[in-house]
């Protein structure tokens, strides 16, 4: 039987996963709503050119992306955090594979399967 004090029973911090604590949960909050605002202010407040406007979403879009994955999925390069980045990065690769793939099958469909330089007669003809 173990005793409360023997080494098996004691919490091994570095085993246990990394959660945020309050302020960076408030930090990540804080951040997520300031580029939300500048996303509606750069459409809605005309801050950003229309020409510029693509862009300018774009970029405000992935910053908002990394936010969250660093304050609220908690992905990063610390030895705690490393697991969950690891596997992020893996479905996201197999993610965009799966997409890609589609999307060329899908292409290569088009081409091949109807030909738009036939006509209807020469379809229709049996040689």
């Known amino acids: 039987m173990l005793d409360r004090t023997s080494p098996a029973r004691v919490a091994q911090p570095a085993a246990r996963a990394a959660h945020g604590d309050l302020k960076t ?25 229309h020409g510029m406007m ?3 979403i774009t970029v ?27 596997i ?4 996201a690769l197999l993610i965009a594979t799966v997409v890609s793939g589609s999307l060329w099958v899908m292409h290569n469909a088009d081409t091949n399967m109807m ?7 020469r379809a229709m003809s049996k040689d």
């Open 54 to 56: 693509l862009g300018a």
């Open 25 to 49: 949960y408030g930090i990540g909050f804080a951040l997520s709503l300031g580029l939300t605002i500048l996303s509606f202010g750069a459409v809605m407040g005309g801050l950003v050119p």
């Open 115 to 121: 030909p738009m330089q036939m006509t209807p007669e």
């Open 88 to 91: 992020f990065v893996l479905t």
């Open 60 to 86: 405000l879009a992935v910053a908002q992306l990394l936010v969250q994955l660093v304050f609220f999925l908690h992905l990063g390069a610390a030895p705690a955090q490393r697991n969950n980045t690891v």
